[in-house]
């Protein structure tokens, strides 16, 4: 059984930072590409950011400059350092694993963390 726990969400004033992290737990798995996905109230989802198991980036440009997604291969785990937050950066963060097991390749999604960027 893959579990996917993520921490690190709060409340921020606008220009501040917060640091989420993702870790990925179980049993004979492999952890493939990994990112962070948002959804804002009444907006549809939006990828922020991606990480391969290469360490390869992808960023749209409504967060490229502020946001940094890294991970640790050692720790199956994946982090988002977010800079110069601003209040249209507030919504739930959830973070996507695909992971391979024995059985199979499934998309793993965590629980969710609000972030809140309001002075």
């Known amino acids: 059984q893959v579990q996917v726990v993520e921490s690190g969400g709060g409340l921020v004033q606008p220009g501040g930072s917060l640091r989420l992290s993702c870790t990925v737990s179980g049993s004979k798995f492999t952890v493939y590409t990994m990112g962070w996905i948002r959804q804002a109230s009444g907006k549809l989802r939006e990828v922020v950011a991606t990480?391969?198991?290469?360490?390869?980036?992808n960023y749209p440009d409504s967060v490229k400059g502020r946001f940094t997604i890294s991970r640790d291969n050692a720790k199956n785990t994946v982090y988002l350092q977010m800079n110069s937050l601003k209040p249209e950066d507030t919504a739930v963060y959830y973070c996507?694993?695909?992971?391979?097991?024995?059985?199979?390749?499934?998309?793993?999604w965590g629980q969710g963390t609000q972030v809140t960027v309001s002075s």
């Open positions: 996507n694993a695909l992971v391979a097991t024995m059985v199979s390749t499934t998309d793993y």
């Open positions: 990480i391969t198991s290469s360490g390869t980036t």
